[in-house]
């Protein structure tokens, strides 16, 4: 899968990440690199935990 990811420079800090439409997925890193890979690992946890809350409930694909 693939998300747009938004990353801005906090001085010298280093990086915020964040995918909008996601609320809470965010990560901060002190480089533009380690700032990616934290997001990858926080959108995979977002991703299961969605999973986790929707166990038990019936689903469909609709196409609009």
Do not use: N, T
């Not at 700032?35 to 609009?64: F, H, M, N, R, T």
């Amino acid at each position: 899968m693939k998300f747009k990811v938004r990353l801005m420079r906090i001085d010298s800090r280093g990086y915020a990440v964040w995918v909008p439409g996601l609320p809470g997925c965010s990560a901060l890193g002190r480089s533009r690199e380690e700032a990616l890979e934290k997001i990858k690992k926080v959108l995979q946890a977002y991703l299961e935990a969605l999973d986790e809350d929707e166990s038990g409930l019936e689903s469909s694909i609709i196409e609009i």
